[in-house]
Nanobody
Framework: VQLQASGGGLVQAGGSLRLSCAASGRSFSTYGMGWFRQAPGKERDFVAAITRAGGNTRYADSVKGRFSISRDNAKNTVYLQMIDLKPEDTAVYYC??????????????????WGQGTQVTVSS
């Protein structure tokens, strides 16, 4: 499984971005997918996750009401829509795949495949 994240950039506080993560392989619809982020000098933190068919989602408290995870299994892509961005959202954002359980895991260890990351910078 190969994951390619894109859509990051520089945005002012209050702005919006949509991240995309394209996956290779024919079994994308069986993967649970997650987004994580890592700021310099900090651990990789959970952001959001979605189940195989998209029927269940989970969010970190810090992003609830501002971020939305979704997926298009026909396009092998998962999205992270981010609105009302804040400087503390600045980080490298990674997508991850759980090909075995398809659950909304919040722990990085539950994911077996990772994308390369895309930088999101929010200026004040």
């Amino acid at each position: 499984v190969q994951l390619q994240a894109s859509g990051g950039g520089l945005v002012q506080a209050g702005g919006s971005l949509r991240l995309s993560c394209a996956a290779s392989g024919r079994s994308f619809s069986t993967y649970g997918m997650g987004w994580f982020r890592q700021a310099p000098g900090k651990e990789r933190d959970f952001v959001a996750a979605i189940t195989r068919a998209g029927g269940n989602t989970r969010y970190a408290d810090s992003v609830k009401g501002r971020f939305s995870i979704s997926r298009d299994n026909a396009k092998n892509t998962v999205y992270l829509q981010m609105i009302d961005l804040k400087p503390e959202d600045t980080a490298v954002y990674y997508c991850a795949a759980d090909p075995f359980y398809g659950n909304v895991w919040s722990a990085p260890r539950q994911y077996d495949y990772w994308g390369q990351g895309t930088q999101v910078t929010v200026s004040s």
